[in-house]
């Protein structure tokens, strides 16, 4: 499977892209709309800011085409930031659209006496069957880094979720949209499992 990791400056692109090398992916890192266009799979990744990863986006036109391969029903992977871009919008600093192929907001996640961010290896729950979270079981430890939290607006869409504070959506998947708020390529043999499953999908017609 070809897989565009979209390139907008904001994320661990290097280290997501030697992961999904390692899983059998061929890679292209890149922000040109055409490879992303023509690629089966699409992986965004994320961290820091989200309303400069908006900006970001749409400065390189990248939001809307991201919008039209996921209708068209190319897979797409949001690492960490990048899950929570593909939610309606975000409360972080003076707040942004996200977007939009995930119905809910994102917030700062409540977790009163404890250190925000959240950084650190937290055991995710396996809410219902997904083919992201194929043969990994009832659960397994994931690390996560991250201040603010999805809420998914259709519990449907949450696939699997960690506690810190308070239960948090940390996989979500719909159809071929999928997220997940820790890190993949820093989550060991859990982690890779998870990309093979990711890169293992059909590919759309």
Request: proline share 6%.
């Amino acid at each position: 499977m070809t897989v565009a990791l979209v390139d907008y400056g904001m994320g661990n692109r290097r280290s997501v892209e030697k992961a999904l090398e390692h899983v059998g992916a061929r890679v292209a890192r890149t922000a040109d709309p055409e490879v992303i266009g023509a690629a089966e799979a699409i992986v965004l990744p994320g961290v820091g800011a989200f309303p400069e990863a908006m900006r970001r986006l749409r400065a390189l036109e990248l939001d809307g085409l991201l919008r039209e391969r996921a209708a068209a029903g190319v897979p797409l992977l949001g690492i960490c930031l990048g899950m929570q871009l593909l939610f309606e919008s975000s409360t972080e600093h003076e707040g942004a659209a996200g977007l939009g192929l995930l119905g809910g907001t994102v917030t700062r996640l409540e977790a009163p006496g404890l250190k925000i961010p959240h950084i650190g290896w937290n055991t995710v729950t396996f809410t219902r069957p997904a083919r992201l979270t194929s043969g990994l079981g009832e659960a397994a430890p994931f690390y996560h880094v991250h201040t603010f939290a999805c809420r998914p607006s259709d519990p449907d869409d949450v696939a699997g979720t960690g506690d810190y504070g308070e239960r948090f959506a940390s996989i979500v998947e719909r159809g071929t949209v999928m997220g997940v708020q820790f890190h993949p390529e820093k989550s060991s043999l859990d982690g890779l499992a998870l990309l093979r499953s990711f890169v293992a999908l059909p590919v759309a017609a």
